[in-house]
């Protein structure tokens, strides 16, 4: 068998499967169909200083080969995160992933300067949610304004600092060298791309926010061809997501330069997406004779 381990800003993954945020809670839920420790890692669900509530429903539709979901970062603030679920998840033997988010920079550096004194493995900077008035996805869209949290954060964390990026933008090279040049140890891309449906009779938005944002299957080529730009441009990890259902999809990912992937929507068709994933890629890399699957990140051979 392949060694299946990858390496990113300093953490070792088990394997380059990870639960993405949004999409699987903290695990819990999802342990009782099979035990987390199998996943490279989990990140959790966005996390803000203070709980939120997140947007009024309805707040998820489904699309063609996808969903539109405005849940508006929805969570039950740092401090539960730290007492509560954090001692839970380091328990499982599976990389922690600290989703971040917050409304102004001062607010991303205090929570990550808080996570810093416990045993978080990586934190996430979430500086792509479409779905918050405040914050969110603000922060992502301009070079200047990803260049600002992501240096300011990095001073005050002592974990490695991922940032998230968001789709929703005109050259996301540019963002990613931005987020690189200010300090990024890895990059993790896409976030959900904005969205909206309407219905017909009613002539309202299907979301009670208007909007959304799209992910699952539907997203997947966007994803892949963004990764790819990605990888290009940075000489920093990056980890690809975005509609991954099935094992050739993460291969794909991973083919296009990601260095791990992440898995979203899929879970929510099927609990064992991640471990279809992950047995998948076994094969794979067992049948190619690869030493280990991260020879597959970024072998793309362009026309
Ligand atoms: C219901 C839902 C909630 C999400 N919440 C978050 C979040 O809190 N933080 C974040 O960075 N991304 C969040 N995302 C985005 C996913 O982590 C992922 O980037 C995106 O869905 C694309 O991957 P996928 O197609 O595999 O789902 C959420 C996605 C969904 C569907």
Redesign the pocket.
Known sequence: MSDMSVTICGVTLKNPVIA????FGYGMEYNEFYPISRLGGV?C??TTLKERLGNPPPR?AETCA??L?S?G?Q?PGLDSFISTYLPWLKKQDTAVIA?I?GSTVEEYCEIAERLSGTDVDII?L?I??PNVKQGGVSFGTSCESVAKVTSEVKKRSAKPVMV?LTPNVTDIGDIAKAAEDAGADAL?????ITGMRIDIKTRRPVLRNNTG?L???A??PV?VRMVHEVYKRVNIPVVG?????KWEDAAEMMIAGASAV?????N?RDPFACIRIIEGLERFAASLGLKSIAELTGTVLEW
């Open positions: 993405a945020s949004g999409t990140s669900k966005g998820i996808g969903i979901n849940v970062l969570n989703n988010a996430e979430n792509s949610c998230k993790s891309l896409i976030n959900t944002g992910s699952g299957p997203v997947f994803a997501m975005g509609g991954i259902t992440q898995v979203g929507t899929a929510f």
